[in-house]
């Protein structure tokens, strides 16, 4: 079993629909949770940092952490076609090493 | 503030030669990750530099090796090149504490045929 486990997609909306990905996770002491957004050919960028459980929201972008549960999610609200771009979560393991998911492709249809 | 650069963008080698990437962190960062990232593995970390002396390492053959340099600038080599070497290599940069962000360079592909 991966420590951290991603739907890959692809995961295909119209504009405007709200978005949900998600990832779980095994190991119970982790307690930190990232979202990144990686564009092609582009070196993945930070979205969102959370460390407890429950809501934090930036803009169009909530994250939501479930620690009994080990799950974690990004919804997007009104998704544009410009939030195309592949979504993973990413768990610091210890120290700086990131444990990632898989990725999930994300296509916001115009 | 200048982002995290890697150099070259984009190599092709043949199997049985080695690699050396190279990262440049943001300014002031004094910790340097390296992953590893394909389509059927995802991204894998390799190592970690800080204040030049290896802190992390994944679980990685000894032909991946990496140096840190006292500006922070890394490099990581790749000895014996083998066909499943092929992927994005992604070069991270953060402050240096545990659970700092982490910044990623755009990324060296490396093909090897």
């Known amino acids: 079993q991966k420590e951290v486990e991603q739907d890959p997609g692809p995961l295909s909306v119209p504009e405007g629909a709200i978005v949900s990905l998600n990832c779980t996770y095994s190991?119970?002491?982790?307690?930190?949770f990232m979202w990144y957004r990686q564009y092609s050919r582009k070196g993945p960028e930070l979205l969102m940092y959370?460390?407890?459980?429950g809501n934090k929201e930036d803009g169009r972008f909530t994250a939501q952490v479930d620690k009994s549960s080990k799950y974690i999610s990004l919804f997007i609200r009104d998704s544009q076609p410009s939030d195309s771009a592949t979504y993973l979560c990413?768990?610091?393991?210890?120290?700086?090493?990131?444990?990632f998911g898989a990725g999930t492709i994300l296509r916001v249809k115009s | 503030k200048a982002g995290v650069t890697q150099t070259p963008r984009y190599l092709i080698k043949t199997r049985g030669q080695q690699v050396t990437l190279s990262c440049s962190p943001i300014?002031?960062?004094?910790?340097v990750s390296w992953y590893q990232q394909t389509p059927g593995q995802g991204l894998q970390f390799l190592f970690e530099?800080?204040?030049?002396?290896?802190?992390n390492k994944g679980n990685f053959p000894g032909r991946f090796s990496g140096r840190q340099f006292s500006n922070s600038r890394s490099e990581m080599n790749v000895s014996t090149l083998e066909l499943g070497d092929s992927a994005l290599y992604l070069c991270?940069?953060?402050?240096?504490?545990?659970?700092?962000?982490?910044?990623f360079g755009a990324g060296t592909r490396l093909s090897v045929l």
């Open positions: 190991n119970s002491a982790f307690q930190y």
């Open positions: 991270a940069s953060s402050l240096g504490a545990a659970q700092n962000i982490q910044y």
């Open positions: 300014s002031g960062h004094r910790s």
């Open positions: 990413a768990i610091p393991e210890y120290g700086n090493k990131l444990v």
């Open positions: 530099y800080f204040s030049e002396t290896q802190r």
């Open positions: 959370t460390y407890s459980s």
